[in-house]
């Protein structure tokens, strides 16, 4: 059984920063590809970034590029999402996302286990 548990998140104003983090058990941690997704009010659940198993690939939507920075930890079995210059539009329940494959992935379909997600409200 894998679990992921998503903290970090919170409310802040526009233009500020916050870092996501994910923590994975029950599996080795550097088999995973990592996913960040996230669903606004009212929208559906919209890729935001993903890194690939040994961190070498690394894959934006467009909208957080230059602002949003995912990374990973094997040795403490952890992706984070760090982001900054948050905007409105930013505010959404985040999920982290694990998949059994080396490749980052930006299709929902393509993962295999999620997490409970994690409130950023960002305020204008």
């Known amino acids: 059984q894998v679990t992921l548990v998503e903290s970090g998140g919170g409310l802040v104003q526009a233009g500020g920063s916050l870092t996501l983090s994910c923590v994975i058990s029950g599996r080795t941690f550097s088999n995973y590809a990592m996913g960040w997704f996230r669903q606004a009010p009212g929208k559906e659940r919209e890729f935001a970034a993903a890194i690939s198993r040994n961190g070498g690939s690394i894959i934006y939507v467009d909208s957080v590029k230059g602002r949003f920075t995912i990374s990973r930890d094997n040795a403490k079995n952890t992706v984070y999402l760090q982001m900054n210059s948050l905007k409105p539009e930013d505010t959404a329940v985040y999920y982290c996302?694990?998949?059994?494959?080396?490749?980052?992935?930006?299709?929902?379909?393509?993962?295999?286990?999620w997490g409970q997600g994690t409130q950023v409200t960002v305020s204008s």
């Open positions: 996302a694990a998949r059994s494959g080396l490749l980052a992935a930006n299709i929902e379909g393509a993962y295999n286990y």
